[in-house]
C-alpha cells in the first residue's frame, strides 16, 4: 500500500490456541469464526459480490476488512498488523 506517497509493507501476524473457557480449538476459531463472520456480511448487505467469492475478495472492501477484524478481535482472534516503509528494489523478486 502507500501512505504520504512511500510505499509501504502490511504484515498480519496471527498466533491462536484452544480456549479451554469455551472448549473451541483455534481451528474453529480461526476458520469457522471467520465464515460465519462471513455469512453475516452476507446477509447484511455488507458483502454483495455475486456468485463463489475467493475470501481475498473481501478485501477490497475496506468496510469488509474492518468488519472482520473488529468480529474476530470481539471472539479473542487478535491480528497484529505491523507496516514497514519498503524501497522499490525490495518490491523485484
Given at each position: ?34 465464515a460465519t463472520l462471513a455469512l453475516r ?53
Amino acid at each position: 500500500g502507500k501512505k504520504a506517497e512511500k510505499k509501504l509493507r502490511y504484515t498480519y501476524e496471527l498466533l491462536d490456541r484452544h480456549d479451554s473457557s469455551t472448549n473451541t480449538h483455534s481451528m474453529a476459531r480461526t476458520t469457522g469464526y471467520t465464515a460465519t463472520l462471513a455469512l453475516r456480511m452476507i446477509a447484511q448487505d455488507l458483502y454483495a459480490q455475486k456468485g463463489i467469492s475467493a475470501p481475498e475478495f473481501i478485501g477490497q472492501w475496506p468496510e469488509c476488512v474492518r468488519y472482520m477484524l473488529r468480529g474476530l478481535e470481539n471472539r479473542g482472534v487478535v491480528y497484529k498488523e505491523t507496516a514497514e516503509t519498503i524501497e522499490d528494489e525490495q518490491l523485484k523478486p
